[in-house]
């Protein structure tokens, strides 16, 4: 099964989640592991287990 790239389909889409993603971690002094919690449960709500990997991996490397 291939997986749709979901860039492709919805560019103004990715353009705005990509904006707020750059604010969220950029641009508010929220705590880096916070802000990775965070983007995983909004993954796991949305069931997309591209995201849910690739969030659970950047909160592993905040842990300590």
């Known amino acids: 099964m291939t ?3 979901w860039q492709e389909i919805a560019p ?3 353009k705005a989640l990509f904006g707020v993603h750059h604010y969220v971690t950029r641009r508010t002094n929220l705590p880096e592991e ?3 919690l965070v983007f995983l449960r909004i993954s796991q709500i949305n069931g997309c287990a591209h ?3 690739m969030h659970s ?3 592993r ?3 300590s």
């Open 3 to 5: 997986r749709l790239n």
């Open 12 to 14: 103004e889409g990715a």
């Open 34 to 36: 916070l802000v990775h």
């Open 51 to 53: 995201c849910i990997d």
């Open 57 to 59: 991996r950047d909160l």
């Open 61 to 63: 490397k905040t842990m």
